[in-house]
C-alpha cells in the first residue's frame, strides 16, 4: 500500500471480538473523516489567524511542534495500533496537523495572495469527489497491479522529496530548480498531484474492504486518519500549485 497507514497488517489489528458497537462502515469512516477535517480546519485557523496578526513567533513555535508531534504520533498509530485509543488519537493528530497547515496556508496566502487557499481547498474536494465517484462507479479499479504502481511513483516522490532536502544543503540549485519556479517546477508539481490523488483509491478500497470483512468499529477512526494523510498531501500540492501560477 502507498499510505503507509493502509496495510495489511490491520486486518488483523482490528479482526478483533467486537463489544456491541457494531462493525466499522464506509459511511461511519466518511463521516469520522469529516469531523477530523473540521478539528483539523479548526485548529490550522488558530495558526494561520496567528500569522496573519504578526504573532509569528508563537505561530512558527506551535507549527514546528504541531508538524513534530503530529508525524510522531502518526508512527505510533500506524506501527502500535492501539484499537482503543484510536478516536482519541485521530482527533489529537487531526489537531496537531492543522497547526502546521494551518500556518504553511497562512504563509503562502501572505505570499501569494488569498487565492492559492480558496482554489487549493476547492481543487482537493473536488479531487476527493471524483475520486471516490471514479471508484464507485468502478472506472478506476484498484487493482494488485494499480496499488503497485501508486506505491511505486508514492516511493519515488518521497525520494524526490529527501533527495531535493539533503541537496539543499550542499546546492541549493538542484532544489531551486525542482521545486522553486519554472516550467520544470510546475510539470514536477502536476504529476505529483496526479500521484497523490490515486492514492484516494487505495484509501477507499482499504475502507470498503475493512467494511466487507467486518473489522472493529474504531477502524473508522483509523480509516479516517488514513485519509486524513492523503487529503492534507493533495491540499499542500495544490496549494504550492497554485501559488506558482500567481507567481508569474
Known sequence: ???PALKNECIDAYSIPLDGSGPSTVSGTMGK?????????????????????????KAMMLMTAGLIGAFVLSLFMIYKKPVAQMPLLSICYAALEGLSVGGLTAMYTSSFGDSVAINAVLA?????????????????????????TVCVATL????????????????????NFLFSGGSTALVVNIVICIIAALNFIIDFHFIEQAANVGLHKNFEWYGAFSLLITIVWVYIEFLKLFARRNSK
Open 124 to 148: 482537493t474536494l473536488i479531487t476527493l469527489c471524483s475520486m471516490f465517484f471514479l471508484y464507485s462507479a468502478k472506472i478506476i479499479r484498484c487493482t494488485e497491479k494499480f496499488m503497485a
Open 33 to 57: 473523516t469529516v469531523v477530523l477535517l473540521a478539528i483539523l480546519a479548526a485548529a490550522g485557523s488558530y495558526t494561520y489567524n496567528l500569522i496573519l496578526n504578526n504573532f509569528s513567533d
Open 156 to 175: 519515488g516522490v518521497a525520494a524526490l522529496y529527501l533527495v531535493s532536502f539533503i541537496s539543499s544543503f550542499f546546492s541549493p540549485n538542484i532544489a
Open 1 to 3: 500500500m502507498s499510505n
